[in-house]
């Protein structure tokens, strides 16, 4: 895993005024990811050092003030933290009220975990480079319902209403007053946020994505090589891995899609074929590929 520094990533833990009940971030021992990279611990479980607190604003504002302007903004922060944050049982606890608690530091592309509980009515969320906002809630609120928290926590807040990552794609909260995990990564302008380690079926392996889930269980051994074949005929998509079937469906008679949104390009019946990577590396031989007329 890469970190990179850069002067445009603040990440904030922030618990909004409708929130009643705390919420609680807990501390984590130095971690380390499968590549054998160090994640950097953010929180010592015993005070806010490396923290501050900072009012809700657009972050370009407070980067236009004078140096004294910003001291002062920093210095009345600095007080409203002390009423609102503080340290217990190595867990940063909000009452639900005041300023952001940002990291002192600035990062560009990150992998983040964090593990965070909220209450009843709990309305909170952690701030990626000031914005977006990955959001957290309760998702059995019922006054929150026509705000999407029926939906889940994971989604990115600051997304307009029907875009891409605006909803989670999957109910993946643990009941409320429980733990949950966080792994977020981002790189560049695409933000990926997994939560409790869940994903929707139609995202496994060998799916046609977020429209039909394929069948588990096939896959070798991470590091391993696998082969795979696909059969594309009109509307209809077969995916056998390994030597077996993981996926026979007709795209023409699905209705239902992972976050309501409709696929795109589900109609089409031709276009190109393109190999993808997202956030990890990945190795591919033998390509080959014959028209079926």
Not at 255 to 280: P, Q
């Amino acid at each position: 895993m890469r970190h990179r520094l850069a002067t445009i990533l603040i990440l904030c833990l922030v618990s909004f005024v409708l929130c009643p009940s705390p919420i609680r971030a807990a501390a984590a021992s130095t971690r380390t990811d499968e590549k054998g990279g160090s994640f950097i611990t953010l929180f010592n479980g015993k005070d806010l050092a490396g923290w501050h607190g900072q009012e809700t604003a657009d972050p370009r504002k407070f980067t236009a003030l004078s140096g004294d302007e910003k001291a002062k903004q920093l210095a009345r922060d600095a007080e409203d933290l002390k009423e609102h944050w503080r340290v217990e049982n190595s867990e940063i606890v909000n009452d639900g009220q005041g300023v952001y608690l940002t990291t002192d530091k600035d990062y560009g592309d990150i992998e983040l975990l964090v593990d965070f509980k909220i209450g009843p009515k709990g309305d909170s969320g952690v701030y990626l480079r000031g914005t977006p906002q990955v959001q957290v809630w309760d998702f059995t609120e019922p006054s929150y319902a026509n705000l999407g928290a029926d939906k889940g926590s994971g989604g990115l807040w600051n997304n307009s209403p029907g875009n891409a990552g605006k909803d989670p794609l999957t109910l993946a909260g643990n009941p409320i007053g429980q733990w949950n995990t966080f792994r977020i990564i981002q790189t560049g302008a695409r933000t990926t946020v997994y939560l409790n380690g869940k994903l929707d079926p139609r995202q496994y392996h060998g799916s046609a994505y977020g429209m039909v889930p394929a069948k588990v269980g096939y896959q070798r051994p991470v590091g391993l090589w696998n082969f795979q074949e696909v059969t594309v005929k009109g509307s209809k998509i077969k995916v056998e891995l390994n030597g077996t079937v993981i996926l026979d469906a007709d795209l023409s008679t699905v209705k239902d899609f992972m976050a309501n949104s409709a696929h795109a390009g589900k109609d089409r019946a031709s276009g190109f074929f393109g190999l993808a990577g997202h956030n990890d590396p990945v190795e591919l031989r033998n390509i080959a590929i014959k028209p079926l007329h």
